[in-house]
């Protein structure tokens, strides 16, 4: 059964009900059904376009990142290749201790990570369900959303946060003082240049870092506000760090949004 002979059923079956025919008098009603059709087939491939390409994408991030078995300090060959778009790092963090029992907070690990994919959100049919094909809210936004992943598609580097020892700031009563206090959250770890969905590292420089707890509050009612605030500080702390240390990998390659 070909294209026409469906619209005409399709046709015959709805304007009956309405108590017409499928004559020339029906000829706006079937162009409406068809144009219709051919939105939603054409919005539908590119749904499957944006979502293998973002799936492709993001791929190359989720890979199983290594440092050497003994690493030190060193500084990278030049990568950068003169194209903007394809120098400038993605950023990513990887969970590298040796118990990962306790996950990283999420808001620690997300201030590490730049966020690439978020651009596409606009692009998505807000009633869609998150998954593996999000339907997009228009042709055009289906366009856009392609344009997005080309350019991210561009960089060829990630500059990968490696934490390997994570502390806490946790608040403590020491017996032999007279009040309690914040003790110090600690980060430790290596910021590693890697081609994406390759795991090995090209080069690497040590970051270590610890949050002032000097100024926090020790009221009982802010511990919890207090705490949240440390961590955070800890990780911006941790992020700043590697950015200086990407500096002495001497690359080429540029920061995001740089």
């Known amino acids: 059964m070909d294209r026409r002979t469906t619209l005409l059923g399709a046709c015959a079956t709805w304007l009956l009900l309405i108590g017409t025919g499928c ?61 903007s778009e394809a120098d400038e790092l993605v950023l990513l963090a990887h969970d590298g201790r040796i118990d990962t029992r306790k996950l990283l907070p999420l808001r620690l690990t997300k201030q590490l990570a730049s966020s690439d994919f978020e651009a596409l959100e606009p692009h998505y049919d807000p009633h869609s369900k998150a998954g593996a094909k999000r339907r997009l809210r228009s042709k055009r ?3 856009l959303a392609l344009e997005k992943l080309t350019r ?23 017996p032999k003082k007279r009040k309690p206090e914040w003790g110090p959250g600690l980060m430790l770890g290596w910021v590693a240049i890697h081609e994406l969905g390759e795991p090995e590292a090209l080069c690497q420089w040590s970051i270590d870092v610890r949050s002032d707890t000097s100024d926090a509050p020790l009221a009982r009612r802010l511990r919890e506000t207090t705490r949240y605030e440390l961590i955070s500080d800890l990780g911006k702390r941790f992020r700043e760090a590697g950015m200086r240390a990407l500096k002495q990998l001497g690359s080429g390659l540029s920061e995001p949004g740089k």
């Not at 190359?60 to 050497?68: A, K, Q, T």
């Not at 991210?152 to 020491?174: L, Q, S």
């Open 23 to 83: 004559g020339e008098d029906a000829a706006p009603a079937l162009a409406a059904v068809a144009a219709s059709e051919n939105h939603d087939q054409e919005l539908n491939q590119l749904t499957e376009r944006v979502a293998f390409k973002r799936h492709e994408l993001e791929s190359r991030e989720h890979v199983s990142w290594e440092l050497p078995d003994k690493p030190r300090d060193a500084s990278c060959p030049q990568l950068a290749r003169g194209d």
């Open 152 to 174: 991210i598609g561009k960089r060829h580097y990630a500059a990968v946060f490696h934490v390997t020892h994570y502390v806490e700031p946790h608040f403590f009563h020491d």
């Open 141 to 143: 936004d289906g366009e």
